[in-house]
Structures are given as C-alpha cells and as structure tokens.
C-alpha cells in the first residue's frame, strides 16, 4: 500500500521560507512523477509543481516561478516543496501527490496517490 504523508506546513510571516516534506512508504519514488497541489480554503485545488521521474525535468505554475522549487531525494524517499517568499495568498493546504507513470503531469487526474495536505498559513 502506498501511502505519502506531508509534514512542514505551519504558520508563518509573509517573507519567510518554507519547506514541505512528502515522504513516500510503499514504494520507491525513483521512477515516478510527483507533484505539489494546494488548496485555499473554499477555493478549488490547484497545481503547483511537478517533477518527472528522474527528477531532471521540473514544470511550476506561474504564480509560484522564482519563489518555489521542488526536488526528490531518491535515498530519503522523500519529495520536497522549497517555498520562498511566502505571500498571504500562499495560504492552504497543500497536498503532495505521486504518479504511476513516467511522464510529467499537472492535473490532479493525472496522479494515482495522494498525501492527507498539511496546513500553510502566511500572516502579516
């Protein structure tokens, strides 16, 4: 059984870095592609960020380009969320999300499991 459990999401000032963990159980991450989502509250979910299975090839949604990075760590099995410049508008949960398949992908349909989301919350 695969299972992806977030962690990192707390409350922050705007301005401040962040960084969300995914750690993946079940299965090894070195051959399959990965992404970040979010969700504001009472808005819909979101793409973020995705990385194919090799980790070479990187795809981030434009609001986030120049703030955010995502990586792999093959040996930790874990997938990373680097958040830089937290905005007010960076606030909700946000969820990691792994694919059987090779390729990149930015829908969410496109991914086979998903972690349980870990709250951000960026203040003034």
Request: glycine residues 8%; neutral net charge; contains cysteine.
């Amino acid at each position: 059984q695969v299972q992806l459990v977030e962690s990192g999401g707390t409350l922050v000032r705007a301005g401040a870095s962040l960084r969300l963990s995914c750690a993946v159980l079940g299965r090894s991450i070195f051959s399959t592609a990965m992404g970040w989502f979010r969700q504001p509250l009472g808005k819909e979910r979101e793409f973020l960020a995705a990385l194919n299975f090799i980790g070479t090839d990187t795809v981030l949604t434009d609001s986030v380009k120049g703030r955010f990075t995502v990586s792999k760590d093959i040996d930790k099995n874990t997938l990373y969320l680097q958040m830089n410049n937290l905005q007010l508008d960076d606030t909700a949960v946000y969820y990691c999300a792994l694919s059987e398949h090779l390729a990149i992908a930015t829908k969410a349909h496109d991914y086979d499991h998903w972690g349980q989301g870990t709250q951000v919350t960026v203040s003034l």
